[in-house]
């Protein structure tokens, strides 16, 4: 069962990079966002009961990082976006 659970949350987190790569998704868009924090929300949970630390680093900071650009999205509002170049 946690193959399987891998398995959706890379499944999901790949699908939305991929869609963003061809110009399909935008990755400020909700849908991009939402795939990005769930899938990352569910490697981080796995990587916690399996104890994999750097693994929850990785996956925590992403799903929390996900998870502020969609709450950002959904209240209308937008982070900043550009650096300076």
């Not at 499944?11 to 935008?26: K, M, N, R, S, T």
């Not at 991009?32 to 769930?38: E, G, K, P, R, S």
């Amino acid at each position: 069962m946690g193959i399987v659970i891998q398995v959706a949350g890379s499944l999901l987190i790949l699908c939305g990079f991929a869609l963003a790569q061809f110009g399909v998704l935008e990755v400020k868009s909700r849908i991009y966002l939402i795939v990005n924090t769930v899938g990352s929300a569910i490697l981080a949970v796995d990587a916690w009961l399996g104890q994999q630390w750097g693994f929850l680093l990785l996956e925590g900071v992403w799903a929390i990082v996900s998870g502020i650009g969609l709450i950002a999205a959904l209240s209308g509002r937008r982070p900043a976006s550009k650096a300076p170049q």
